[in-house]
Nanobody, 127 residues
Framework: QVQLVESGGGLVQAGGSLRLSCAAS????????MGWFRQAPGKEREFVAA????????AYADSVKGRFTISGDNGKNTVYLQMNSLKPEDTAGYYC????????????????????WGQGTQVTVSS
């Protein structure tokens, strides 16, 4: 079984920064893309950012573009999310996801496209 483990969440003041990490472990697994989604209480899960290993495509939600940066290491099935200039509206549980098949474009932003999920790490931004 493939497991994704996130780390790096926490409490930060508005304007601060956090760096989330996600590492895949378990059986031999080659992901085609990895990404981050978030979900706040009472709200639907929403796309944050994703990266494809083939071609190196990167996508961001408009709400985080220019503030968040996704990066990763394909060989280690590891992905990071550097979050700068955090806002209270960024408060949510952040979930790492990995896709076991090729996805791109529109499908990169859909949570249904991803096969494996982490347990989530909480990010709280105080005003």
């Amino acid at each position: 079984q493939v497991q994704l483990v996130e780390s790096g969440g926490g409490l930060v003041q508005a304007g601060g920064s956090l760096r989330l990490s996600c590492a895949a472990s378990g059986r031999t697994f080659n992901s085609y893309a990895m990404g981050w989604f978030r979900q706040a209480p009472g709200k639907e899960r929403e796309f944050v950012a994703a990266i494809t290993w083939s071609g190196g495509s990167i996508a961001y939600a408009d709400s985080v573009k220019g503030r968040f940066t996704i990066s990763g290491d394909n060989g280690k099935n590891t992905v990071y999310l550097q979050m700068n200039s955090l806002k209270p509206e960024d408060t949510a549980g952040y979930y790492c996801a990995a896709a076991a098949s090729y996805i791109s474009g529109y499908y990169l932003r859909r949570f249904e496209s991803f096969d494996y999920w982490g347990q989530g790490t909480q990010v709280t931004v105080s005003s």
